[in-house]
């Protein structure tokens, strides 16, 4: 399959460290970072409690570089308005986050973000089906969601080429494909080359070695161009 176009890059900020909050927020807006990716938890939807209201508005205060929820919650509809979503974002619903995911996916469009429908590792391709028309975009986990640091389930890559061939015929081709949990160097490389064009970057990239970002991000950059 061919190679899409560049890759962006949204950082994950569950992963970074809060001493250096500040600095790295410079350098992801010198290096032109997409997006800052965060993991908002609520501790049913996924195993886990991750990033909150209030973080979120202290990040916006920080910077301007557009936001990329990711809402790991369950009925993410009637929560949207505590985000202060932007138009300049890009909102993720998970399919079973609600048994009204069209209504959802509308209302956080209401907002003028773009809006991505996430799909777990279990959940099959043709779950977007009916909602290719109410989404930017379509967030593939690369691992079960809740923590970083996991390894790639194994049936991404087949998985990932399946979704683009999916898209293609049906004429969605310019969607955005975002792939979240363990993108390496590697897996990024690989995952770019079968259509993804978003790519979320944790502890298995830009965070990996100890405070190297701007080299990691460079090297990501390569493998995703
Ligand atoms: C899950 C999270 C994690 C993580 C990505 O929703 O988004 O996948 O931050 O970073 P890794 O997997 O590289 O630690
Ligand atoms: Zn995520």
Not at 83 to 106: G, K, M, N, W
Not at 107 to 132: D, H, M, R, S, W
Not at 136 to 160: C, R, Y
């Amino acid at each position: 399959m061919e190679y899409k176009k560049k890759g962006k890059i949204s950082v994950s900020m569950m992963c970074e460290d809060l001493v250096h909050l500040k600095e790295d927020i410079l350098l992801f807006e010198k290096m032109g970072i997409e997006y800052l990716h965060i993991d908002v938890m609520d501790g049913k939807f996924v195993p886990n409690y991750g990033l909150g209201t209030d973080y979120i508005r202290g990040l916006r205060e920080l910077t301007n570089i557009p936001l990329d929820l990711h809402l790991m919650i369950e009925s993410p509809e009637e929560k949207l308005k505590w985000f202060h979503i932007q138009p300049t974002d890009l909102v993720t619903l998970h399919y079973e986050s609600t048994p009204h995911i069209q209504r959802a996916l509308e209302k956080a469009k209401q907002y003028g973000c773009k809006v991505n429908l996430a799909i777990n590792p279990g959940t099959p391709i043709c779950f977007v089906e009916e909602l290719l028309d109410d989404i930017d975009g379509v967030t593939m986990l690369t691992v079960n969601p809740g923590f970083a640091g996991q390894k790639i389930v194994k049936n991404s890559f087949e998985k990932m080429k399946k979704l683009n061939q999916y898209l293609e015929k049906r004429g969605y081709q310019d969607m955005e494909v975002e792939v979240d949990g363990n993108v390496s160097f590697e897996n990024a490389e690989k995952l770019h080359s079968l259509g993804a064009t978003i790519f979320v970057a944790g502890t298995s990239s830009v965070f990996k070695d100890d405070r190297e970002l701007r080299h990691n991000i460079f090297k990501l950059r390569e493998s995703i161009s």
